[in-house]
Protein backbone atom coordinates (compact mmCIF):
# COMPACT_ATOMS: atom_id res chain seq x y z
CA UNK A 1 0.00 0.00 0.00
CA UNK A 2 0.96 3.43 -1.00
CA UNK A 3 -0.02 6.35 1.32
CA UNK A 4 0.89 10.07 0.51
CA UNK A 5 1.17 12.64 3.03
CA UNK A 6 -0.18 15.97 1.85
CA UNK A 7 -1.08 19.36 3.28
CA UNK A 8 0.15 22.93 2.91
CA UNK A 9 3.74 23.92 3.07
CA UNK A 10 5.23 23.93 6.50
CA UNK A 11 2.79 21.77 8.26
CA UNK A 12 4.94 19.34 9.30
CA UNK A 13 4.33 16.32 6.55
CA UNK A 14 7.82 15.81 6.54
CA UNK A 15 8.32 15.97 10.27
CA UNK A 16 5.65 13.31 10.25
CA UNK A 17 7.15 11.01 7.41
CA UNK A 18 10.16 11.53 9.32
CA UNK A 19 8.32 9.83 12.92
CA UNK A 20 6.36 7.34 10.55
CA UNK A 21 9.71 5.76 8.57
CA UNK A 22 12.45 6.67 10.96
CA UNK A 23 14.15 8.04 7.43
CA UNK A 24 16.38 11.63 7.14
CA UNK A 25 13.92 13.54 5.33
CA UNK A 26 15.11 17.08 5.40
CA UNK A 27 12.09 19.55 7.17
CA UNK A 28 13.14 23.00 7.15
CA UNK A 29 11.29 26.87 8.26
CA UNK A 30 10.49 27.77 4.38
CA UNK A 31 7.63 26.74 1.55
CA UNK A 32 8.92 24.03 -0.49
CA UNK A 33 12.13 22.44 1.57
CA UNK A 34 10.45 19.23 -0.21
CA UNK A 35 10.29 18.96 -3.87
CA UNK A 36 10.72 15.79 -4.96
CA UNK A 37 8.61 13.47 -3.08
CA UNK A 38 10.86 11.41 0.40
CA UNK A 39 9.88 7.71 0.09
CA UNK A 40 9.93 5.41 3.22
CA UNK A 41 8.92 1.98 4.08
CA UNK A 42 6.99 1.19 7.64
CA UNK A 43 6.65 -2.41 8.43
CA UNK A 44 3.13 -3.30 10.07
CA UNK A 45 3.90 -5.50 13.28
CA UNK A 46 0.77 -7.78 13.54
CA UNK A 47 0.84 -10.47 16.26
CA UNK A 48 -1.39 -13.31 14.58
CA UNK A 49 1.82 -13.49 11.90
CA UNK A 50 3.99 -14.25 14.87
CA UNK A 51 1.86 -16.80 15.86
CA UNK A 52 1.60 -18.57 12.46
CA UNK A 53 5.08 -18.00 12.86
CA UNK A 54 5.23 -20.14 15.76
CA UNK A 55 2.64 -23.38 14.46
CA UNK A 56 4.29 -23.35 10.35
CA UNK A 57 7.94 -22.40 10.97
CA UNK A 58 8.72 -20.60 7.72
CA UNK A 59 12.27 -19.94 6.51
CA UNK A 60 11.50 -16.41 6.72
CA UNK A 61 9.00 -13.90 7.81
CA UNK A 62 7.67 -10.63 6.01
CA UNK A 63 5.51 -8.30 7.57
CA UNK A 64 3.14 -6.24 5.32
CA UNK A 65 4.41 -2.80 4.33
CA UNK A 66 2.99 0.55 3.61
CA UNK A 67 4.93 2.77 1.55
CA UNK A 68 4.89 6.13 3.00
CA UNK A 69 5.28 9.49 0.47
CA UNK A 70 6.14 13.09 1.81
CA UNK A 71 4.82 15.16 -0.74
CA UNK A 72 5.47 18.51 -1.78
CA UNK A 73 3.48 21.55 -0.10
CA UNK A 74 0.39 22.27 -1.95
CA UNK A 75 -1.11 26.25 -1.83
CA UNK A 76 -3.90 27.72 -3.26
CA UNK A 77 -4.16 27.71 -7.69
CA UNK A 78 -2.14 24.37 -7.45
CA UNK A 79 -4.63 22.81 -9.70
CA UNK A 80 -3.76 25.54 -12.02
CA UNK A 81 -0.24 24.67 -12.55
CA UNK A 82 0.87 27.11 -8.66
CA UNK A 83 3.93 26.29 -7.26
CA UNK A 84 4.66 22.68 -7.30
CA UNK A 85 1.07 21.60 -8.61
CA UNK A 86 0.77 19.75 -11.26
CA UNK A 87 4.25 17.43 -9.84
CA UNK A 88 1.92 17.27 -6.29
CA UNK A 89 -0.83 15.92 -8.14
CA UNK A 90 0.65 13.89 -10.35
CA UNK A 91 2.60 12.04 -7.08
CA UNK A 92 -0.39 12.23 -4.67
CA UNK A 93 -2.76 10.54 -7.76
CA UNK A 94 0.37 7.39 -7.64
CA UNK A 95 -1.16 7.05 -3.81
CA UNK A 96 -3.78 4.51 -2.61
CA UNK A 97 -4.49 6.43 0.92
CA UNK A 98 -4.09 10.04 1.84
CA UNK A 99 -3.19 11.43 5.47
CA UNK A 100 -4.15 15.32 5.71
CA UNK A 101 -1.72 17.21 7.58
CA UNK A 102 -3.10 20.09 9.26
CA UNK A 103 -1.44 23.12 11.32
CA UNK A 104 -2.93 23.47 14.62
CA UNK A 105 -0.41 25.12 16.32
CA UNK A 106 0.86 28.82 16.59
CA UNK A 107 4.75 29.55 16.30
CA UNK A 108 6.37 32.88 14.94
CA UNK A 109 9.41 31.54 14.30
CA UNK A 110 7.65 28.79 11.84
CA UNK A 111 6.24 30.52 8.47
CA UNK A 112 2.65 29.26 7.63
CA UNK A 113 2.44 29.98 3.79
CA UNK A 114 -1.01 31.72 4.38
CA UNK A 115 -0.09 34.20 7.03
CA UNK A 116 -1.85 32.98 9.75
CA UNK A 117 -2.75 29.50 11.34
CA UNK A 118 -6.70 28.40 10.57
CA UNK A 119 -6.69 24.50 10.17
CA UNK A 120 -10.16 24.50 8.40
CA UNK A 121 -9.09 27.46 6.07
CA UNK A 122 -6.02 25.30 5.26
CA UNK A 123 -8.50 22.20 5.00
CA UNK A 124 -10.62 23.75 2.63
CA UNK A 125 -7.90 24.98 -0.03
CA UNK A 126 -6.44 21.06 -0.23
CA UNK A 127 -10.01 20.04 -0.82
CA UNK A 128 -10.95 22.68 -3.46
CA UNK A 129 -7.46 21.93 -4.94
CA UNK A 130 -8.01 18.25 -5.53
CA UNK A 131 -12.04 18.56 -6.02
CA UNK A 132 -10.82 21.14 -8.96
CA UNK A 133 -8.03 18.77 -9.98
CA UNK A 134 -10.59 16.17 -9.89
CA UNK A 135 -13.19 17.99 -12.03
CA UNK A 136 -11.24 18.43 -14.89
CA UNK A 137 -10.29 15.17 -14.99
CA UNK A 138 -14.03 14.25 -15.00
CA UNK A 139 -14.97 16.72 -17.67
CA UNK A 140 -12.19 14.98 -19.80
CA UNK A 141 -13.64 11.40 -19.36
CA UNK A 142 -16.94 13.32 -20.05
CA UNK A 143 -15.76 14.05 -23.28
CA UNK A 144 -14.39 10.85 -24.33
CA UNK A 145 -17.27 8.57 -23.12
CA UNK A 146 -20.10 11.45 -25.06
CA UNK A 147 -18.17 9.83 -28.07
CA UNK A 148 -18.82 6.07 -27.29
CA UNK A 149 -22.92 6.54 -26.46
CA UNK A 150 -23.53 6.73 -30.15
CA UNK A 151 -22.96 3.23 -30.45
CA UNK A 152 -26.12 2.41 -28.36
CA UNK A 153 -24.36 0.15 -26.01
CA UNK A 154 -26.24 0.14 -22.58
CA UNK A 155 -22.14 0.06 -20.90
CA UNK A 156 -21.41 3.27 -22.94
CA UNK A 157 -24.60 5.14 -22.02
CA UNK A 158 -23.97 4.02 -17.77
CA UNK A 159 -20.23 5.32 -18.35
CA UNK A 160 -21.98 8.37 -20.19
CA UNK A 161 -24.63 9.21 -17.22
CA UNK A 162 -22.64 8.15 -14.33
CA UNK A 163 -19.54 10.51 -15.31
CA UNK A 164 -22.22 13.63 -15.96
CA UNK A 165 -23.46 12.64 -12.25
CA UNK A 166 -20.35 12.58 -11.03
CA UNK A 167 -19.36 16.27 -12.84
CA UNK A 168 -22.80 17.75 -11.20
CA UNK A 169 -21.29 16.13 -7.55
CA UNK A 170 -17.91 17.64 -8.32
CA UNK A 171 -19.31 20.99 -9.34
CA UNK A 172 -21.51 21.59 -6.06
CA UNK A 173 -18.15 21.29 -4.05
CA UNK A 174 -18.39 18.08 -2.68
CA UNK A 175 -15.49 15.12 -2.75
CA UNK A 176 -15.42 11.89 -5.52
CA UNK A 177 -15.71 9.67 -2.13
CA UNK A 178 -19.11 11.03 -0.92
CA UNK A 179 -20.53 9.97 -4.51
CA UNK A 180 -23.43 7.71 -3.90
CA UNK A 181 -22.17 4.26 -6.23
CA UNK A 182 -23.37 0.75 -6.78
CA UNK A 183 -21.92 -2.32 -8.30
CA UNK A 184 -21.94 -1.10 -11.78
CA UNK A 185 -21.02 2.38 -11.47
CA UNK A 186 -18.15 1.69 -8.70
CA UNK A 187 -15.55 0.25 -11.72
CA UNK A 188 -16.99 3.38 -13.70
CA UNK A 189 -15.54 5.69 -11.13
CA UNK A 190 -12.64 4.04 -10.03
CA UNK A 191 -11.17 3.62 -13.60
CA UNK A 192 -10.89 7.72 -13.56
CA UNK A 193 -8.42 7.58 -10.31
CA UNK A 194 -10.19 10.71 -9.05
CA UNK A 195 -8.21 12.42 -5.78
CA UNK A 196 -11.04 12.79 -3.67
Not at 2 to 29: E, R, Y
Not at 147 to 152: L, P, R
Not at 154 to 164: G, V
Not at 173 to 193: M, P
Amino acid sequence: MKCGIVGLPNVGKSTLFNCLSNAKAQSANYPFCTIEPNLGTVSVPDQRLFELEKLVNPERVLPAVVEIVDIAGLVKGASKGEGLGNQFLANIRECEAIIHVLRCFDNGNIVHVEGSVDPLRDKEIIDIELQLKDLETVGKAVEKAKKFIKSGKKEDILTYETLQNLQKHLEDGRNAREFAVNDLTKSIISDVQLLT
